[in-house]
């Protein structure tokens, strides 16, 4: 049928559709802040969107990673700053010992000596989350225990290595654990202790004492002070690390940042331009409807009475 | 006298023709608003006239025609083929749509995130029992939604292929109505009303298949599918229906055929309409997701490529450091019998448990396998196309809104296209209620002038016959 305004009212419905479609589109994307709800509000930044979200979810992990692993080096760290006070406790103890004493200043003296060995093979055996931080691999277990039967003074309840690789997010390597064995027990090629070996160190100045050995007491210092600057050397490649760690977390929230300004260009709304539009369609969507009520719905036969 | 009497014949006989013009002017009116109805016109024809010779003229009403233009019409049925076909294919893509979240908080991307989450963690403290279990968590959740996906797109696909059946009845009701119009053109039955009937039939028909017709000489038309299978000829109906196709030796899902009459398969050549664009979303859309006898899918490809993955790198390596430690086991399984059921069959393996993963690699890094886990995360993969599982993922995503958000613009252009084509149609050949009106003025004025001289006629008359009597 041809009525003054029938072909007109078809398109004028049309029109009206996507005025309303529009509006729905404009109207839920400032509700929502976001403009793509859905894959084919944007299917060019769909990929983008995921890859950045999962790029987010990544470094935060990474960041919480991090930060438990800066918690372990600072209970390391502490470990090692205790081990160094042990041994300059010791390094004092032996300066005594190399000077005659009395039987009754010797034995305390030994007493103090062993406290401080027995001390060392417990901060060899730190524990952080209720794993063996000096352990390497075998962080279910401690590496030493006090043995006075070895030459040492500890037994090496096990060989671990360590090969656990802490990364930051782009995989770079920021440290890898040491173990027990090369903070407090190094070794020559040919297995007998290193300079700088703690356990060594303690038990040459625990024998010096027992065997009231002035002499022994004077090489144990020399021992004792190479044990604790190597100790320090130790301490400071944890330094290394937490700086390493902490300018990963740096990176990683620098990162976290621009892949949510990233995400917030490919995602968000514009919720200025978008307000900006619903004012524009709805004041088109409410012309359209003043003209429709206004189109004239007569023809000739209104006229024909 | 004679001249006196036939013209009072021709005034009666104007009487009769303006009565039968006023009849059709009705008709024109009481059907302006009814489906495929073609504005008809009575043909006024004047009568020889020469006084001389006696002929007394008049006017006379020779057939009604149709202004009906059948290009018109034709170039409509194909606008609203294009139509149907959109609309149909953006209904399916939209359904499809709906089910990939890329809002990041749930769904498979933030599962894909959160696994590799759980591999990060993991690989700082891979002795960790809680991590561990957290793996097999996150991969449990990941699993789950993958399966929840495809089952979903397979309900999509069962609805897809009902639609199908229902579209097919449409048809076949249709052509039935068609056929019954032609036995009665046949006959010589048929009037004004079944050729709007025939028309309305053919346009709704358009909506739903793609057809081509042909008018035949005993004004019988015949509707065959644009790929040469006839629907009707004469008053013959040849339905067609719907049903599925296995896949030879396979249990990939089945892909939506049409068969005629006979059996034969006639799918390629539903092109059009709705149900063209149904079987694109059956056939073609769907597939290269959950996959047919064809193609293994790319919902399928993601969740096998992924498993075998994870599964390549934990069966590489020990479930820990010291000597003698038991390999890894796989973290995930599926039908590999069949490779388009790998989304629908994903699941963690039911025997493992969080001693069972093997965080050392094969040279025997305490973390080695589970840094290679959390770097899946970001690292190009050759068998998933050298793209990162999430942007595998995310490609599958864009290519289901490309569909989506392609057949929504086509359906918006479309329907603007149809209006159009139906304005014009309608101008040649619809109702317009002023022109009835004022033909309906002219001819009331015409039988009024024709009755009057009817009355003059007879008033002569009456003094032709009292002058005789006298």
Known sequence: MILPVNGVTQSYLDSLDRIQSTLDSVTQQVSSGTRVSQPSDDPSAVPGILETLSQIAQDTQTKSNLNEVNSELGAGDAALQSASTA??????????????????????????????????????????????????????QPLYALDASQPEGVTQLANATSTRTITDGAGATLWVP???????????????????????????????????????????????????????????????AENRVADALTGLSSSVANAN????????????????????????????????????????????? | ???????????????????????????????????????????????????????????????????RDEYAEEEVRQQAQ???????????????????????????????????????????????????????????????????????????SGNVQGQIGSTVSQINQLTATIQQINAQTSQGVSGPSSDALLTSSLQQLSTLVNIDTVSQADGT?????????????????????????DAAGSSAPPSSQILDSQGHDITSQIQGGALGGLLNVSNSILPSLIGNGQQVGSLNQFAQTFADAVNGILESGTTGPQSGAAKGAALFVYDSSDPTSAASTLA?????????????????????????????????????????????????AAAVGQASATAQ???????????????????????????????????????????QLLTTLNTMMDSLFEDMLT
């Open chain 1, 87 to 140: 041994l300059e406790q010791a390094i004092s103890l032996a300066s005594e010992a190399a000077s005659p004493q009395t039987a009754s200043q010797n034995a305390d003296l030994l007493q103090q000596a062993q406290a401080i060995q027995q001390q060392l093979v417990d901060l060899s055996g730190t524990t952080f989350n209720g794993q063996y931080i000096f352990s390497g691999d075998l962080d279910d």
């Open chain 1, 178 to 240: 040491p173990t027990a064995q090369e903070i407090f027990d190094p070794k020559n090629a040919d297995g007998s202790a290193a300079s700088g070996n703690a356990f060594a160190a303690i038990n040459s100045l625990v024998q010096a004492l027992q065997n009231n050995d002035q002499a022994g007491a004077t090489t144990a210092v020399n021992s004792l002070k190479a044990a604790d600057d190597y100790m320090n050397q130790q301490l400071g490649l944890y330094g290394i």
């Open chain 1, 261 to 305: 300004q990233t995400l917030s260009n490919l995602r968000d709304a514009d919720v200025a331009g978008d307000a900006v539009e619903l004012t524009q369609v709805q004041t088109q969507q409410q012309a359209a409807l003043s003209v429709g009520s206004k189109l004239s719905q007569l023809n000739l036969f209104s006229y024909l009475a």
């Open chain 2, 1 to 67: 006298m004679a001249t006196l009497l036939s013209t009072l014949a021709t005034a009666g006989q104007a009487l009769d023709v303006y009565q039968q013009a006023l009849n059709v002017v009705q008709n024109n009116i009481t059907n302006s608003t009814t489906p495929g109805f073609a504005t008809q016109t009575l043909n006024l024809v004047a009568e020889p006239f020469d006084s001389a010779t006696g002929l007394a003229g008049g006017v006379a009403a020779k057939g009604v025609t149709s202004a």
């Open chain 2, 82 to 156: 294009s139509l149907g076909y959109f609309q149909a294919q953006a209904q399916g893509t939209s359904s499809i749509d709906n089910l990939f979240d890329v809002t990041g908080n749930s769904g498979i991307p933030a599962d894909l995130s959160a696994l590799f989450q759980s591999f990060s963690a993991w690989s700082v403290s891979p002795s960790s029992a809680t991590a561990r279990q957290s793996v097999i968590s996150s991969a449990g959740a990941l699993a789950g939604d993958v399966q929840s996906l495809a089952n979903s797109l397979a309900g999509v």
């Open chain 2, 221 to 245: 038309v015949s509707v065959l599918l644009q790929g040469g299978s006839p629907l009707v000829v004469g008053d013959t109906q040849y339905a067609i229906s719907s049903g599925l196709a």
């Open chain 2, 348 to 396: 963690v393996n039911p025997n493992i448990t969080p001693d069972d993963l093997a965080p050392v690699d094969a040279s025997g890094n305490a973390n080695g396998n589970a840094n290679q886990l959390a770097a899946l995360a970001s690292t190009p993969v050759a068998s998933a196309g050298n793209q990162s599982f999430t942007d595998f993922f995310g490609q599958i």
């Open chain 2, 409 to 451: 613009e086509n359906q918006q252009a479309q329907q603007q296209v149809l209006t159009q084509t139906e304005t014009l149609r309608d101008q040649s050949s619809g109702v317009s209620l002023d022109d009835q009106a004022s033909l309906l003025l002219q001819y009331q004025r015409s039988y009024e002038a024709a009755a």
